[in-house]
DNA sequence: GCTTGACCTTCCAACGATGGTAAGGTCCAA
DNA sequence: TTGGACCTTACCATCGTTGGAAGGTCAAGC
């Protein structure tokens, strides 16, 4: 399989499976005479494990680990968990945070008219002198 | 004012005022002949302005917006009022894709009984074979 | 054999908002 | 005059992803 049929099995472009590469997150795969890239079942796996993290949220760093724990047949289960609670934790937060900004905004745009006039509690407030 | 008690009075790094004005949010300000940037109790009001909508989550291109907006007279509320709904509706979407994001995760983690064992469904999961 | 088009390679740059650091000039008070 | 706080510009880094440029490879059709 070359960089673009992996591209399509996986779901991960070309461009960043390259990327991946070259920052370590995923080892080097092996290449044709020509040095094109070849990619097997398991790295289609590994690259297919790496999108659903990606959607899930995780960032690079919490890949990689993710990836090594998944590879050791060793590791507790706790560690799994630990690192999915501490992410978990982040994602409420931040949906905390934009909920707070969504809830002011809100009251915001309910109470400008929205019509031709000039007067504008939305620039009120940004504008306010406290 | 210097640029650091302007920073100090608006609440906004000198080194992101000074970014502010070479990416074209807000003008060129004058300058001492030492080459001092001087601000005015009007440039601090503009950069608090600017603080709140960062804060609202708005973009550096809304804030242009905002901004002119904010300093034309003649400006309708209706134009205010759909520029903030936008980015509100974009905020609700972002809110949403978080949540089911969390919501997935925290199925998962609560089905890992995270203690010295190898099972683990979120491995299991992220690495599925559909 | 040659052309064409799809594919691959590497390298470089950008986004957006912010932080850091380095090398140097300025201001003010002791 | 010296020291320290402040200012200047310029460059680099982050994070994940995308884009482009310039060039090599492969397979099919003529």
Known sequence: MNIGQAARASGISAKMIR???ATGLIPK????????RHYGERDIHTLRFIRRARAAGFNT?????LLSLWQDRQRPAREVKQLASEHLAELKARIIELELIAQALTQLVDHC??????????????????
């Open 29 to 36: 795969v092996a290449r044709s005479l020509s040095g094109y």
């Open 61 to 65: 760093a919490q890949i990689k680990k």
């Open 113 to 130: 008219h929205g019509d031709e006039r000039q007067e504008c509690p939305i620039l009120d407030n940004l504008a306010r002198e406290d």
């Open 19 to 21: 990327h991946y590469e």
